[in-house]
Every structure is written in structure tokens, then in C-alpha cells.
């Protein structure tokens, strides 16, 4: 049996155990942070080829390829819920179709910057990925 067997469906911990508490109102800006990279990263990347983001799991110390639908639906269920449920990753997924978050943020503010450099008026347009 491997951790994303759910026949039942997701494993929230018992039924005893009180639910997560709801996310704080930074917490939930953040969430919302990231559904927006999130799309900015998908409309990017996804015409070359790359079909998702790679997350380490510190469950079970293992990558996961999350696909761009199921890591909106993961985001949008930590809004709703606090928490996420178990999905069934991709089956025998290539490495090479996923990037890190990190990469795709690097290669949105890449773009960005290519964009600013090129605007006609010289004038910055915009905001980058990450950009705190």
C-alpha cells in the first residue's frame, strides 16, 4: 500500500480529531499569492511543454509531479478547507516535464524583466514574480 492509496477517500486523520484550524488572514494572502504565480506559471510554461511543479514531500521525503489543475485544486482546498487531501500522482511522471517553484518563478521574472527592457517608454510596467 503507498501513501497515496485513498480508496475510501482523503485521510483527514480520524473522525475524534477536531478539524485544522482556518487559515489566518496571512495565511490565506499568502494562498491567494500563490493561485495567482500559479496561473502566471501555467500560462507561461505550459506551452513549452512543462506540465506542472515538483514538491518535496516531508512526509515521505519523496518529489511529487503535481500537475497545474491539481495544484490549483490543492491550493484552492487549503482555502476552503486549511488543509489538503491525498491525490494519486501522476503515473510514472518525467522529470523533465515538471519544474520547482522556484524555477518558475525565476523564469516569470525572467520574462518580466525581458518585457520591461523592451517596453517602448523605458518605464518599469509591472511587478515581478516573488517580488516582496
Not at 485513498?6 to 494562498?31: C, H, K, M, N, W
Not at 485544486?73 to 487549503?78: E, V
Not at 489538503?84 to 503515473?91: A, L
Request: one cysteine or more; aromatic letters at 6%; charged letters at 30%.
Amino acid at each position: 500500500m503507498s501513501p497515496f492509496d485513498d480508496a475510501l477517500g482523503p485521510d483527514f486523520g480520524s473522525a475524534d480529531q477536531p478539524p485544522p484550524p482556518p487559515l489566518t488572514i496571512e495565511e490565506r494572502a499568502g494562498v491567494l499569492d500563490d493561485l495567482a504565480e500559479l496561473e502566471v506559471f501555467r500560462t507561461l510554461l505550459e506551452p513549452t511543454g512543462i506540465k506542472g511543479i515538483v514538491v518535496d514531500c516531508p512526509d515521505c521525503e519523496e518529489e511529487h509531479h503535481v500537475d497545474w489543475a491539481l495544484m490549483q485544486a490543492n491550493l484552492r482546498q487549503l482555502l476552503d478547507e486549511g488543509q489538503t487531501g491525498r491525490h494519486e500522482p501522476p503515473f510514472e511522471p518525467d522529470p523533465d516535464d515538471y519544474v520547482s517553484w522556484d524555477y518558475a518563478s525565476g523564469y516569470a521574472d525572467g520574462v518580466a524583466a525581458l518585457a520591461e527592457r523592451d517596453e517602448p517608454s523605458g518605464q518599469r510596467t509591472g511587478r515581478h514574480a516573488r517580488e516582496d
